[in-house]
């Protein structure tokens, strides 16, 4: 009897994409940060997207293994960012918004790097990279800027782009669970 592996790409895409989409309302300006998005960010967007990472490393697969274990660290240390400076240790100190900038653009050039990674593959998985390689730069060009209007453009962009995520995970749930392609990604 053979063994079939699991699909674990719609786990660590659910994890990023519905962080993703409730950051991003905050940056619209709708609601402060708050246990809501930082509980996700750790639990969901952080841990599980590392353990669909994790497996896919295991299964061999390792675009999405870096691509999962990747994000799902950079969920972890945006909390890290928000959170240590609280912890009463003098060296977490508050983040310079030009310097969250920079930690912003390391992001954004390793996310393009990862969307020329997703050439010649889904649609859908492209928009997903490329959506997030320009919400990485618009959101620093915010912190270089501090411009508020600028930081709710990137809001948009990180709606869309988290919804993208989303719709691939339902894409590939359903078209295993239905054993036939459902949506086209």
Do not use: D, R
């Amino acid at each position: 009897m053979e063994k079939k592996n699991a699909n674990v790409a719609p786990l660590g895409l659910l994890g990023f994409g519905m962080t993703t989409i409730l950051l991003n309302i905050h940056n619209m300006g709708f609601f402060p940060i708050s246990s809501v998005i930082i509980a996700m960010g750790i639990f969901y967007g952080g841990i599980a997207q590392i353990i669909a990472g994790l497996l896919s490393f295991n299964q061999g697969k390792t675009f999405a293994g870096t691509a999962f274990t990747s994000y799902g660290f950079f969920w972890i240390t945006l909390v890290g960012i928000w959170l240590f400076p609280n912890t009463g240790f003098e060296m977490a100190g508050a983040t310079p918004a030009p310097f969250f900038g920079c930690y912003l653009i390391l992001w954004g050039t390793f996310t393009a790097l990862m969307w020329w990674g997703t050439w010649g593959g889904s649609k859908v998985q492209q928009f997903v990279f490329l959506s997030l390689t320009v919400l990485f730069f618009v959101l620093a060009v915010s912190k270089f800027t501090g411009s508020e209007f600028i930081n709710q453009i990137a809001g948009i962009i990180g709606i869309i782009c988290g919804s993208s995520a989303f719709y691939l995970a339902a894409a590939e749930l359903l078209e295993e669970v239905k054993n036939k392609k459902v949506l086209p990604y």
